[in-house]
T-cell receptor
Framework: NAGVTQTPKFQVLKTGQSMTLQCAQDMNHNSMYWYRQDPGMGLRLIYYSASEGTTDKGEVPNGYNVSRLNKREFSLRLESAAPSQTSVYFC?????????????FGDGTRLSIL | RKEVEQDPGPFNVPEGATVAFNCTYS??????FFWYRQDCRKEPKLLMSVYSSGNEDGRFTAQLNRASQYISLLIRDSKLSDSATYLCVGSGNTPLVFGKGTRLSVIA
């Protein structure tokens, strides 16, 4: 019962370094999402992919890029990490063609930028 | 106005108490609503969907009031293990919008 798998679980970077967060789901879901969660801010959507081959910006896309590699995998890249990107990052997926289905989350990546 | 708003709490209640959370939404076109539970330093997990007719799952009851644009979650006979943050979620023409959550602490 893997569900949504995120790697790595923890990472410390220096300012300016690049990093790709990996996410894979084994539930044959069409849609995938990347969120960040900061204290007092709740979950904020960075990017999402409604279906394989498509990606769209969410609420806070600046400083990030994404790739929907195939139906299973959706990666998030920080090209030049900044301390403001210190956060917990969650990947999620949902079934169906629309974006109104409940989402299933991975257990997160805790990222610190020094 | 935020699309989904919740009282952040914390709600501190004794074991066995009944507690209710409300959540208001601004998008009248929203069709789907959910409650998620998030434990400290863990991922959000789906607690239950919310239907117009209401939805009950054991000690948990969710209701939707379209006229006043809010959803509610009622927890009866609170357990220590219910301590968590509860996220209200609504939809529209975009991906689901998450509220910031209401923190519940059940005290022995």
């Amino acid at each position: 019962n893997a569900g949504v798998t995120q790697t790595p679980k923890f990472q410390v970077l220096k300012t300016g370094q690049s990093m790709t967060l990996q996410c894979a789901q084994d539930m044959n879901h069409n849609s995938m999402y990347w969120y960040r969660q900061d204290p007092g801010m709740g979950l904020r959507l960075i990017y999402y992919s409604a279906s394989e081959g498509t990606t769209d910006k969410g609420e806070v896309p600046n400083g990030y890029n994404v790739s929907r590699l195939n139906k299973r995998e959706f990666s998030l890249r920080l090209e030049s990490a900044a301390p403001s990107q210190t956060s917990v990052y969650f990947c999620a997926s949902s079934e169906g063609q629309g974006l109104n289905q409940p989402q299933h989350f991975g257990d997160g990546t805790r990222l610190s930028i020094l | 106005r935020k699309e989904v708003e919740q009282d952040p709490g914390p709600f501190n209640v004794p074991e066995g108490a009944t507690v209710a959370f409300n959540c208001t939404y601004s998008n009248s076109a929203s069709q789907s609503f959910f409650w998620y539970r998030q434990d400290c330093r863990k991922e959000p997990k789906l607690l239950m969907s919310v239907y117009s007719s209401g939805n009950e799952d054991g000690r948990f009851t969710a209701q939707l009031n379209r006229a006043s644009q809010y959803i509610s979650l009622l927890i009866r006979d609170s357990k220590l293990s219910d301590s968590a943050t509860y996220l209200c979620v609504g939809s529209g023409n975009t991906p689901l919008v998450f509220g910031k959550g209401t923190r519940l602490s059940v005290i022995a």
